[in-house]
């Protein structure tokens, strides 16, 4: 059974840097194919794919936000993290982390995701 | 990147009818990595299609998702009053993933 749960601060001042932590169970980050990816959306609003780990640490940004994000993973742990540099408050949504399926490519199983609000 | 648009932007229907939602992409897309989510509210988003056309583990036959190239369908062939809600096209090409605006499905 695969699970997974986003973790991380709830409110953030504008242009601090933004850290979330997917911590995974069910399936291994080093397993042939697997990725694990973040995903958010505005309250409202569409999602929006931000970043992507393969099971080998090969890295897929999003391009418009590519020079904010860095992701990596800690396979001993099951953790995959998400940093996000200069938030701003257009930045605020709920933030997914969610499992790629290795034969697929799609993300086949998401956390319940953790809502980020950046305001002074 | 590649652009998805979806339409209609809401779709007002009764519990029974057929629901065709429609996605279009701004370049042409392998159907291998077309995919379709079903999110409800305060929910995180459900996977119901992958590769254009096959329905993800545990998702009932009257979901079914068709197209090739640019254009993209997903139909409800009757709905249930837990099918509405609001649904997502996704496209994986060029080493990037790109969602749609999303379809609401609300109750006529």
């Known amino acids: 059974q695969i699970t997974l749960k986003e973790s991380g601060p709830t409110l953030v001042k504008p242009t601090q840097t933004l850290t979330l932590t997917c911590t995974f169970s069910?399936?291994?980050?080093?397993?042939?194919?697997?990725?694990v990816g973040w995903i958010r959306q505005p309250p409202g609003k569409a999602l929006e794919w931000l970043a992507l780990?393969?099971?080998?640490?090969?890295?897929r940004y999003s391009p418009s936000l590519k020079s904010r994000l860095t992701i990596t993973k800690d396979t001993s742990k099951n953790q995959v993290v998400l940093t996000m540099t200069n938030m701003d408050p257009v930045d605020t949504a709920t933030y997914y982390c969610a499992h790629l399926g290795s034969s697929i490519t799609v993300f086949d199983y998401w956390g319940q995701g953790t809502l980020v609000t950046v305001s002074s | 990147e590649i652009v998805l648009t979806q339409s209609p932007g809401t779709l007002s229907l009764s519990p029974g009818e057929r629901a065709t939602l429609s996605c279009r992409a701004s370049q042409s897309v392998s159907s291998s990595y077309l995919a379709w989510y079903q999110q409800k509210p305060g929910q995180a988003p459900r996977l119901l299609i992958y590769g254009a056309s096959s329905r993800a583990t545990g998702i009932p036959d009257r979901f079914s998702g068709s197209g090739s190239g640019t254009d993209f369908t997903l139909t409800i062939s009757r709905l249930e009053p837990e099918d509405f809600a609001v649904y997502y096209c996704?496209?994986?090409?060029?080493?990037?993933?790109?969602f749609g605006p999303g379809t609401k499905v609300d109750i006529k």
């Open positions: 780990i393969y099971w080998n640490d090969d890295k």
């Open positions: 069910g399936f291994s980050l080093s397993t042939s194919g697997v990725g």
């Open positions: 996704q496209q994986y090409g060029s080493s990037s993933f790109t």
